[in-house]
């Protein structure tokens, strides 16, 4: 008795079929699992998803001006440090300016002291 390459074909088809119809019966009973573990959670929590479905748009409402406050915040911290920075930098060109006008101030200070060292020890030398 001979095993035919139709009948061979055959069994290994129907051994394909038989592995995939219990994959697939177990991952059905798996879905009917979750999807019986979804309907508890929501029966449980049906108040709470109706309170906060109706709450929903008076938050949406809340959030939106809360960020149009921190929104105007930040623009008016935003001036804020632009005039700052605008006072230090005219600060540091003042303190600049007054650094080189008291350089000058001591240049011609110490030129005036050496020309009346000068007069002095010419004078004291006659």
Not at 16 to 36: E, M, Q, R, S
Not at 78 to 105: P, W
Request: hydrophobic content about 45%; glycine content about 4%; aromatic content about 10%.
């Amino acid at each position: 008795m001979y095993i035919s390459l139709n009948d061979l074909g055959l069994f290994i088809v129907f051994c394909v079929v038989l592995i995939g119809g219990v994959f697939f019966t177990i991952a059905i009973f798996n879905l009917n699992k979750l999807i019986k573990k979804l309907n508890i959670l929501l029966d449980k929590n049906s108040t709470n998803l109706d309170n906060t479905m109706i709450h929903l748009p008076q938050l949406i409402t809340n959030t939106n001006d809360a960020m149009k406050t921190v929104k105007s915040g930040f623009e008016k911290v935003q001036c804020t440090i632009d005039e700052i920075e605008e006072t230090i930098a005219e600060t540091v060109v003042a303190v600049s300016e007054k650094a080189d006008n008291i350089g000058i101030y001591y240049n011609t200070f110490t030129d005036l002291v050496k020309i009346f060292a000068d007069m002095f020890v010419k004078s004291a030398k006659k």
